[in-house]
């Protein structure tokens, strides 16, 4: 025998109820999405290294430690770690902003070179949604509000709360910034490493630390609070009173940074307890001056991300179980005869339901194709041998619960199978 191909570390082969779970959150966030109005776009899985430094920032893990990078040599590109950057390349590459205010959503893979366990994989799915040319916060309340309504569809609204945070504007952003680095260096060599490091190149990300020793060192570092200007300190305000009007519930966490080197004034993040250490459902917020940065005239922006596998484990975790697409009804002619009314039977039944209709294939005696229709999960076999075929009907048995064989005409077969769901 030759020898097997392993799988690659931090990737997984999706299949039967995980990816069942996968697919229906996709689903409901897309539904959800395309009922405020929301376009999708399909972005590429590949992009110029530069678009994630720049866009993203060197200095977070994602671009700096965690990214898949070809090319190096020549013209570096690397697997997309995440959505936004690429979907503001599109919207600059095509000029969408200049004849609206594009509302977009995406989803898809994601890869980072993390180490991988339950809930952080090294290829994994978000849905994410972009909206373009509003200065909010009325938009970015809207965005939390489709996230909320999906919850609610999930039966997920008790098991994921919100936390949000401001920035404040580029100025008062930078003030932080320096408060914050004139706070922290006297301390420098009693901060963990990745502090140490990022006291150059991201001091905020140090108020996102999970060292103990860090974390009680940042205890009264300076807050963006206190540097906020009127303009940045209103966009907040506002921000919170939409929010509560809606009826949504949000904790100010201070300390709410973001991983990523682009937000401006609100940032928000999904949290559970339920998955360990794997604790951020989903985050986003504005980055007004993003568009800019990659080369666009300047346009304001705002967007969320959700980790579409963290959201599926909460849902096993609850006991929630999704749609299999196994097939519905299992097609078998009992003989080569009976196969041309057995697949316009089959045929008819695909174009008049919505069930999923699989034909019995491979040939073998009566008894080892009655096994293969109840191996392959349907609920009914349709039977067709020669007096079936011969009278126009077929036999139908339910394979999962104790009734009588019947033979039903071709003519009431849709109405029969619908009727007894
Ligand atoms: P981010 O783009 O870092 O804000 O991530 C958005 C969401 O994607 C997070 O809240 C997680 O739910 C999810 N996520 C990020 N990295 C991973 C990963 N390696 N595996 C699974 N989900 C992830």
């Known amino acids: 025998m030759s020898e097997r191909s392993p799988l690659v570390r931090g990737m997984r082969d999706l299949y039967a109820d995980e990816l069942a779970r996968i697919r229906f959150v996709e689903e409901v966030f897309g539904n959800t999405l395309e009922s405020y109005g929301y376009e999708i776009i399909r972005l590429p899985v590949i992009e110029r ?3 994630f430094s720049r866009g993203i920032g060197e200095a977070t893990d994602a671009v700096s430690k965690e990214m898949f990078t070809f090319d190096e040599e020549s ?3 690397s697997l997309r770690p995440e959505g936004t950057a690429s979907c503001v390349r599109a ?3 095509a000029n969408l902003y200049r004849g609206g205010q594009p509302k977009l959503w995406y989803s898809g893979s994601m890869f980072r070179h ?4 339950r809930g952080r994989y090294r290829e994994f799915f978000q849905v994410g949604a972009e909206a373009f040319g509003f200065d ?3 938009v970015d309340v809207e965005l939390i509000r489709v996230v909320q309504d999906v919850w609610d569809q999930l039966g997920l609204a008790n098991e994921i709360t919100l936390e949000i945070n401001t920035l404040g504007n580029a100025a008062s952003r930078q003030k932080h910034r320096e408060g914050l680095v004139a706070y922290l260096t006297p301390y420098k060599d009693e901060l963990d490493e990745d502090s140490q490091r990022r006291l150059d190149l991201n001091p905020l990300r140090i108020l996102d630390s999970k060292s103990g020793q860090t974390q009680r060192l940042i205890e009264h570092a300076p807050e963006i609070s206190d540097y906020l200007d009127d ?3 209103r966009h907040f305000d506002e921000f919170q009173e939409r929010l509560a ?7 100010v966490n201070s300390r709410l940074v973001r991983g990523l080197d682009y937000y401006t004034h609100g940032v928000f993040e999904w949290n559970t307890e339920r998955l360990g250490a794997q604790k951020q459902v989903g985050g986003g917020g504005r980055y007004d001056g993003l568009c800019e940065l990659l080369g666009g005239a300047p346009c304001p922006a705002t967007g969320f991300a959700i980790g579409v596998d963290r959201v599926a484990l909460l849902q096993q975790d609850r006991g929630i179980e999704a749609p299999i697409s196994t097939p519905d009804v299992y097609v078998l002619a009992l003989s080569d005869d009976e196969e041309g009314f057995a697949l316009d039977v089959a045929m008819q039944l695909r174009r008049q339901t919505k069930l999923r209709v699989r034909m019995h294939q491979g040939g073998g005696k009566v008894k080892a194709r009655m096994r293969a229709a109840d191996r392959s999960g349907a609920s009914v076999a349709l039977i067709i041998g020669a007096h079936e075929a011969a009278s126009n009907q077929v036999s139908l048995k339910w394979l999962r619960t104790v009734q009588d064989q019947v033979a039903v005409p071709v003519t009431e077969l849709t109405a029969t199978l619908l009727n007894s769901n």
């Open 136 to 138: 909010g916060p009325d």
């Open 231 to 233: 303009e940045s300190r």
């Open 114 to 117: 993390e180490r991988p366990q």
């Open 91 to 93: 919207v600059i590459d």
């Open 49 to 51: 290294t530069a678009l």
């Open 245 to 251: 009007c809606q009826g949504v519930d949000a904790t």
């Open 75 to 77: 013209d570096p590109v």
